[in-house]
DNA sequence: AACTTAATTGGAATGATTCCAAAAATCAAT
DNA sequence: ATTGATTTTTGGAATCATTCCAATTAAGTT
């Protein structure tokens, strides 16, 4: 599992402009969420982490994520009380959270749903940040 | 501060339906929560509901919440990682989080904009949950 | 009242996350 | 490349909202 030179780019780009320095770990962290980007909690990043990079810290797992999602490269998910996930996917979504699986889903949302919704906001309220969330049962896979 | 009787009369209907007995506490924590519909914690609950029921324990306000949450009388409302707050609004609504203040306001939500949101979903998929919130700053109050 | 069952209580335990201070790594300047 | 200044990493301790526990009390029933 190896950062993508695009990634790479998108990476040192990101972590320069917060002034923050490109560490090994930070790379690392970041190629483990885009290589299966089913929005593990910290301790599943972590355990992937380890995999290939065994002296890794759960502390600097937490630390790198807090980077990334400080750079704006990463989103913090969080469905209500359970530990955080994370997701690098940038465009504007929603999630779905399955009750049966417990896997979380992208859902796209498109920009005039999005100016929809801000229209709802009594006038003068700014929202800089719109979190939407489904929770429900996906259809049982035909495996 | 009293619990009026229609609220009353909905909470011993609920408890019934759900085998649960009506109790002082369970009626006070949700008379505490009508008083005041500013989306407090588990906390402030507390501090609030012990000015005139000095003995509730914090753990019996856990558990008076939690009742009603499951009750149907009062939604619990998850803001990013912070502690539970808890909303006796029962109308379809989202949340605008203010930054400066931290406040938590109620928004309403119309049902053909929840109808749209519904429409996101993969076929097959079927949300029993819906979670909208907004996190921003509310116009400066002119006190 | 006596009995059965559920709720309350104070305190201990839990667990995700944050904090800390020492060691290691990065970057800039020689 | 070496030095020095500043960040970052690290293991472990601390935090804190919430849950758990076992004993006491209260609710509802006969
Ligand atoms: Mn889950
Ligand atoms: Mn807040
Ligand atoms: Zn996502
Ligand atoms: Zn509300």
Redesign the pocket.
């Known amino acids: 599992m190896k950062l993508a030179t695009t990634a790479k780019r998108a990476l040192g780009e990101a ?1 320069g402009q917060a ?8 790379e690392h962290v970041f190629a483990v969420l885009l290589d299966k980007r089913d929005h593990p ?3 599943e990043v972590y355990a992937r982490a380890r995999t290939t ?1 065994p ?10 994520l ?2 990334l999602v400080s750079c704006g490269l990463v989103r913090q998910v ?1 469905i209500e ?4 996930r994370y997701c690098p996917n940038l465009r504007e979504h929603a999630h779905f959270h399955d009750l049966r699986s417990g896997r979380v889903l992208d859902i796209d949302v498109p920009t005039d749903l999005i100016t929809g919704l801000k229209r709802l906001l009594p006038a003068g309220y700014e929202a800089e940040h719109i979190e939407l969330s489904f929770r429900g049962k996906a259809p049982t896979s035909k495996a």
């Open positions: 972590l002034k923050q320095r490109s560490t090994r770990q930070r909690t910290a301790d990079m002296t890794i810290s759960l502390a600097t797992v937490y630390n790198c807090e980077t969080n009380r359970e530990p955080s």
